[in-house]
T-cell receptor, first 112, second 112 residues
Framework: DAMVIQNPRYQVTQFGKPVTLSCSQTLNHNVMYWYQQKSSQAPKLLFHYYDKDFNNEADTPDNFQSRRPNTSFCFLDIRSPGLGDAAMYLC???????????FGPGTRLLVL | SQQGEEDPQALSIQEGENATMNCSYKTSINNLQWYRQNSGRGLVHLILIRSNEREKHSGRLRVTLDTSKKSSSLLITASRAADTASYFCATEEDFGNEKLTFGTGTRLTIIP
């Protein structure tokens, strides 16, 4: 089945230690999104790619970076995680920007 | 922030009853979508309604859209325990910025 896969499902890192979260998709969608979701809150968009075009949200901290080496994969790099970065990170894809988004199961990040 | 507001924030009903959730937003939109999120999981797309549509049905779901009031409602009929989840509305603004803005969510609990 076509799907969005996120690895790992749970990630524990130390304060200040770089961490990379990965997302892959078999839907061949043009658009990929990264969201941060904290407990009992709405998903907050960090950035998205339309093909290779990178679009950063104005309030996304510089600590967060992303890479999309090909259509199928997208990575979220957190260069120096702080305690406030502990959250669920959701990857989503869309065939057409602004249309239905297909979400992965998320990666829960814990910062010690 | 263009984030929508959802009402109520939390709702508990008996199994078999109908559940109604409301969403208000601030800008002109191309479409409005509803998503479900089970605890600790990714979001699942439920239904999309376009700005020129007033009502849409999918199984036990009924969505209405009133663009003059900038509001939408999601009705779940004959609720089941498996409907227990958080429900989010999300809007695509009409200037085509390739992204969705999520509402604050309603936490629905179905009591068996």
């Amino acid at each position: 089945d076509a799907m969005v896969i996120q690895n790992p499902r749970y990630q524990v890192t130390q304060f200040g230690k770089p961490v990379t979260l990965s997302c892959s998709q078999t839907l061949n969608h043009n658009v990929m999104y990264w969201y941060q979701q904290k407990s009992s809150q709405a998903p907050k968009l960090l950035f998205h790619y339309y093909d290779k075009d990178f679009n950063n949200e104005a309030d996304t901290p510089d600590n967060f970076q992303s890479r999309r080496p090909n259509t199928s994969f997208c990575f979220l790099d957190i260069r120096s995680p702080g305690l406030g970065d502990a959250a669920m990170y959701l990857c989503a894809t869309s065939g057409l920007a602004g249309e239905t988004q297909y979400f992965g199961p998320g990666t829960r990040l814990l910062v010690l | 922030s263009q984030q929508g507001e959802e009402d109520p924030q939390a709702l508990s009903i008996q199994e078999g009853e109908n559940a109604t959730m409301n969403c208000s937003y601030k800008t002109s939109i191309n479409n409005l979508q509803w998503y479900r999120q089970n605890s600790g999981r990714g979001l699942v797309h439920l239904i999309l309604i376009r700005s020129n549509e007033r009502e849409k049905h999918s199984g036990r779901l009924r969505v209405t859209l009133d663009t003059s009031k900038k509001s939408s409602s999601l009705l779940i009929t004959a609720s089941r325990a498996a409907d227990t989840a958080s429900y989010f509305c999300a809007t695509e603004e009409d200037f085509g910025n390739e992204k969705l803005t999520f509402g604050t969510g309603t936490r629905l609990t179905i009591i068996p």
